[in-house]
């Protein structure tokens, strides 16, 4: 892992910190081609190049989204197409929602998959 990455886990202060690293442990074993990088500051996952999710901690609380990338949406002509994205507030004192997350990113894994030779097909374009 990336140094700044490392970093931005353990500058955040118990039990975010913990939180935060069962998030990502929880993300990453979810399938072996989910990648971690650094992206607008915070965690952020990615599969085939597509974006996938993310970890955020503001002020007090505890984030996990999850992102349909444009390029899996259907928009109408003459509009900008936007990434799409949901979020969930966890807090570090209860239970991780664990099937909740993988279920979630089961379903975007799926959906890159099966659109997979279209959105090559239209990157050509």
């Not at 085939?48 to 505890?62: A, D, E, F, I, T």
């Not at 989204?65 to 509009?79: A, I, Q, S, W, Y």
Request: proline content about 6%; some cysteine; hydrophobic content about 35%.
């Amino acid at each position: 892992m990336n140094s700044k990455l490392e970093n931005y886990y353990l500058s955040k202060p118990e039990p975010y910190q913990g939180c935060l690293l069962a998030l990502r442990d929880i993300i990453l074993n979810a399938h072996a081609g989910i990648v971690h990088e650094r992206k607008f500051q915070i965690p952020f996952f990615s599969y085939r190049g597509m974006k996938l999710g993310y970890l955020w901690l503001n002020k007090k609380k505890l984030m996990i989204g999850f992102c349909t990338d444009k390029r899996l949406l259907h928009f109408p002509e003459n509009v900008k197409p936007k990434d799409r994205y949901e979020s969930f507030q966890i807090d570090p004192e209860q239970d991780i929602p664990v099937e909740m997350i993988l279920e979630k990113i089961n379903t975007y894994i799926s959906a890159i998959n099966t659109n997979r030779a279209r959105i090559a097909e239209n990157d050509r374009e």
